[in-house]
Nanobody, 116 residues
Framework: QAQLVESGGGLVQPGGSLRLSCAASGFTFSSYTMYWYRQAPGKERELVAGINSVGSSPNYADSVKGRFTISRDNAKNTVYLQMNSLKPEDTAVYYC?????????WGQGTQVTVSA
């Protein structure tokens, strides 16, 4: 059974950093494109970053470019999101998503709160 488990969220002050992790199991992780999404209260879920199956060609939402970095370790079946220079508007539940053709798996999410 496919499973994605996010971790690393928490409370951080503006300007701070967090590193999110998403551990995958139950499917061939190295064959899937991986994404990070986020959803703030009262807002739609939005795409934050994506990375292809071999770990190249990362792409980012304009709102996080230059601050967030997505990476993956196929040997560890894990995708990461390094978040620097965090802002209050980055506050959201962050979800990882694995996608290949018509298959799509989601994690349960991890809360990130940026507040003084």
């Amino acid at each position: 059974q496919a499973q994605l488990v996010e971790s690393g969220g928490g409370l951080v002050q503006p300007g701070g950093s967090l590193r999110l992790s998403c551990a995958a199991s139950g499917f061939t992780f190295s064959s899937y494109t991986m994404y990070w999404y986020r959803q703030a209260p009262g807002k739609e879920r939005e795409l934050v970053a994506g990375i292809n199956s071999v770990g190249s060609s990362p792409n980012y939402a304009d709102s996080v470019k230059g601050r967030f970095t997505i990476s993956r370790d196929n040997a560890k079946n894990t995708v990461y999101l390094q978040m620097n220079s965090l802002k209050p508007e980055d506050t959201a539940v962050y979800y990882c998503n694995a996608r290949r053709a018509l298959r799509s798996y989601w994690g349960q999410g991890t809360q990130v709160t940026v507040s003084a």
